[in-house]
């Protein structure tokens, strides 16, 4: 059974940057995509970027791309999301999910999958 986790949130003032990290194990996660997914309050859940474990695919969600950067640590099933430039509407949960498919761009896109495993998400606070 495939796990998350996700950690790295915190406050940081506008125009800072923050890493968060998502541990992921478990088996079969070879057929997985590794994504970060943000819900600002009031709104619905956005694709913010998705890394497809067997071969490194990356893809991001629309206005995503630039500011956020998502990477592998190596060997490990850590996958990183970087920030940069940060702005108060960037306050959102972020969570960490193992969606069930081989597409990175599906990753991002696509709605829930009874197969997807999601964090229980970490809080990031853009404010001065």
């Known amino acids: 059974q495939v796990h998350v986790a996700e950690s790295g949130g915190g406050l940081v003032q506008p125009g800072g940057s923050l890493k968060l990290s998502c541990a992921a194990s478990?088996?079969?996660?070879?057929?997985?995509?590794i994504g970060w997914f943000r819900q600002a309050p009031g709104k619905e859940r956005e694709g913010v970027a998705c890394?497809?474990?067997?071969?490194?695919?990356?893809a991001y969600g629309d206005s995503m791309r630039g500011r956020f950067t998502i990477s592998r640590d190596g060997a490990k099933n850590t996958i990183h999301l970087q920030m940069t430039n940060l702005k108060p509407e960037d306050t959102a949960v972020y969570y960490c999910a193992a969606i069930y498919s081989l597409s990175a761009y599906v990753c991002v896109h696509r709605g829930e999958n009874h197969l997807d495993v999601w964090g229980q998400g970490t809080p990031v606070t853009v404010s001065p």
């Open positions: 478990g088996a079969g996660l070879d057929s997985y995509a």
């Open positions: 890394l497809v474990i067997v071969d490194g695919t990356r």
